[in-house]
C-alpha cells in the first residue's frame, strides 16, 4: 500500500478494493483511495506490469540409442514462470533406420518465450548374426548342401551366402564356408563339412561252371575268366570296377578247381563269388595189339596194358 501526506494528518496509507498480487501477464491497474480524517479524499492509479521476458532453461539432451529401433521421450524442462515444460515436435520419436537422426524439441512457456533443443537418436547395430550350427552333410556317393540360415537381431533371418561348390561327389572331405551378413556391417563367417563316405560294396557276378578239356600234354592252363564276369555299384561306374581271379590266368590245374573272382569299386569296396572249373580228360587210351594166348590143354592169359596219354601205362580188367 502506498502513502501520501496531508496537511492536517500527516502521512496517509492508500487503501483499495483492487488486487494487490497479479500474474497474468499484462498490466494490471491498482486504484488507490486516500482519505483523511477529515472526510478528504483522493484516489491514484498505480500500473502492475508482469512481463516474462526469461527464455525457459534449456536443457541438456542424451543421445537416445539402440542397435534396432529407438524411441525417443519427450523431453522436460523449467521456466521461471511456468515452472516444468513439456518439448514438442513435429519430428517423428521412433527410428529404425541404420544413423544418426536429429529431433528438434521446442519448449515454449507460453509467454512469448521459446528455445528449441536437438536431441540426436543413433541406431547403430554392432552385434553380428548369432553363429549356426551346421551339421556335416554325408552320403556315400554325392550330396548338395541346402542354403542355411541365421537370425540376428535387427535383419531377423539372414541366409548365408558362399562362393564354395555346394555339390560333391568326391570322396573325402569338403568344407563350404558360409557368410552370414546382416546388412549393417557386422559379417560372420561358419564352415559346413560335406563327407563323401562310400562304404557300400559292389555286387559282383560270376559266369556259370566250366567244363574244359586236358590238352594233349594232359595239363589245362587257367585263362582270365574276369571278362565273362559282371559288376554294378552303388556310387562306381561298371567301367571303374576292376576284377581279379584267383587262383589266377596261367594256372595249371588238374581236376576240378573253384575259382573265386573279386569286383573292387574306386575306393576299396569288394565282394566276391565263385564258380567251378572242372577239367576232363577225352583222349582214349591207346588200342594195344594183343596177341592170342594158346595152349594144348589149357591156356591162361594175362592182364594186357596200354598207353595213356595222361595216366601213362594202364592195366587192362576184364569181366570174363
Known amino acids: ?42 484516489t491514484a492509479n498505480q500500473n502492475v506490469i508482469i512481463d516474462d521476458t526469461t527464455d525457459p532453461a534449456t536443457p541438456a539432451l542424451a543421445d537416445v540409442t539402440g542397435e534396432c529401433t529407438a524411441t525417443a521421450v519427450a523431453p522436460t524442462t523449467t521456466d521461471n514462470c511456468a515452472g516444468t515444460l513439456t ?23 507460453g509467454n512469448g518465450n521459446a528455445i528449441t533443443v536437438n536431441q540426436n537418436v543413433i541406431i547403430d547395430d554392432i552385434t553380428d548374426p548369432a553363429t549356426p550350427a551346421l551339421a556335416d552333410i554325408t552320403a556315400e556317393c554325392t550330396a548338395a548342401a541346402a542354403v542355411p540360415t541365421t537370425t540376428d537381431a535387427c535383419a531377423g533371418t539372414v541366409t548365408g551366402t558362399t562362393s564354395d561348390a555346394t555339390t560333391y561327389s568326391t570322396q573325402g572331405t569338403h568344407v563350404i564356408t558360409w557368410t552370414f551378413n546382416d546388412g549393417n556391417g557386422n559379417v560372420i563367417t561358419v564352415n559346413q563339412n560335406v563327407i563323401i563316405t562310400d562304404t557300400t560294396d559292389p555286387v559282383v557276378t560270376c559266369p556259370g561252371n566250366v567244363t574244359e578239356n586236358f590238352d594233349i600234354a594232359c595239363q589245362f592252363t587257367l585263362p582270365d575268366y574276369t571278362g565273362g564276369a559282371s559288376a554294378s555299384d552303388n556310387c562306381t561306374s561298371v567301367a571303374n570296377i576292376t576284377f581279379t581271379q584267383s587262383p ?21 569296396n569288394t565282394d566276391t563269388c565263385t564258380f567251378n572249373v572242372t577239367v576232363n580228360d577225352t583222349t582214349n587210351p591207346a588200342t594195344p595189339v594183343l596177341a592170342d594166348v594158346t595152349g594144348q590143354c589149357t591156356g591162361t592169359a594175362v592182364a594186357p596194358t596200354t598207353t595213356d596219354n595222361c595216366d601213362g601205362v594202364i592195366t587192362g580188367t576184364t569181366t570174363d
Open 1 to 42: 500500500a502506498p502513502t501520501t501526506t496531508d496537511n492536517c494528518d500527516g502521512v496517509i496509507t492508500g487503501t483499495t478494493t483492487d488486487a494487490t498480487t497479479y500474474t497474468a501477464q499484462g498490466t494490471h491497474v491498482i486504484t488507490w483511495t486516500f482519505t483523511d480524517a477529515n472526510g478528504n479524499s483522493i
Open 87 to 109: 518439448g514438442t515436435t513435429t519430428d517423428a520419436l521412433t527410428y529404425t533406420a541404420q544413423g544418426t537422426h536429429v529431433i528438434t524439441w521446442t519448449f515454449n512457456d
Open 248 to 268: 589266377t590266368a596261367g594256372t595249371v590245374i588238374t581236376g576240378n578247381t573253384v575259382i573265386t573272382i573279386t569286383a573292387e569299386d574306386e575306393v576299396g
